[in-house]
């Protein structure tokens, strides 16, 4: 899954990912508070495995205002101590940012897709040739969705950022230029970085699968081969 760790904005978006389930699972209160909010329980993102990753993610993008009120009201109750508050508070302030709210909506479909086929390839009795078409198919929709990815998570990112009063124009500081970088990377603005950096995971997902596909491929050419080797 090295998709995921291209760019520090991915890392730390799933790095908040993670922070959102230890922080409802440290204490049974927090627990029932949140369950208050959301029916579905919080997931936990594992970097080792596709499904829980995405389960994670789609809970939190299909339940994050109510997550959002959830966590607010850890964080403003009377009744609460000063501990619960805090964490929820510094929780609040790493969701409530554009860069989550657009990697919360780009990885939100990818990985629906990756879960859709692996959960395909774990069926037994498949053929060689049937997971390579798969593969295959999930590489169509990472490169003809490429751009459409991205311009939708921005454009759901910004309704979120314009809801809350989240902003925006913020402009990334300029650093040291990096092997492969244009001058002109060091200047921009939150929301070109960002999607540069989901483009460049995109990239780096359609790479990879593209890579087991012509393993998987060829271990069924062998396989073929050796069998008419075999009839013969």
């Known amino acids: 899954m090295h998709a995921v760790g291209v760019g520090t904005k991915s890392v730390t978006f799933f790095g908040t990912v993670e922070k959102v389930y230890s922080f409802s699972s440290s204490s049974t209160h927090r627990w029932d508070i949140l369950k208050k909010y959301v029916l579905i329980r919080v997931k936990r993102s594992c970097n080792t495995r596709w499904s829980s990753t995405h389960e994670a993610v789609c809970v939190l993008a299909e339940h994050t205002e109510k997550i959002i009120d959830a966590l607010e009201a850890l964080r403003v109750g009377p009744e609460e101590t000063s501990e619960p508050r805090g964490d929820a508070g510094s929780l609040l ?19 629906t897709e990756v879960n859709d086929t692996q959960i395909y390839l774990q069926q037994e009795g498949l053929a060689l040739d049937q997971c390579v078409q798969k593969l295959k198919a999930l590489t169509l929709f990472c490169h003809e969705k490429r751009d459409s990815l991205v311009s939708k998570a921005t454009e759901k990112a910004l309704q979120v950022c314009k809801t809350y009063c989240i902003p925006t124009e ?46 998987m491929n060829a271990a069924a050419i062998c396989f073929f081969a050796n069998s008419n080797i075999v009839g013969y």
């Open 93 to 111: 302030v790493c969701i409530m940012t554009y860069v989550f709210f657009s990697f919360l909506h780009f990885w939100n479909p990818v990985l």
């Open 170 to 215: 913020r402009r990334v500081g300029r650093r040291k230029k990096m092997d492969g970088e244009n001058s002109c990377d060091a200047g921009l603005t939150l929301i070109q970085e960002t999607s540069r950096e989901q483009l460049e995971a995109i990239d780096q997902l359609q790479a990879e699968i593209k890579k087991h596909t012509m393993q």
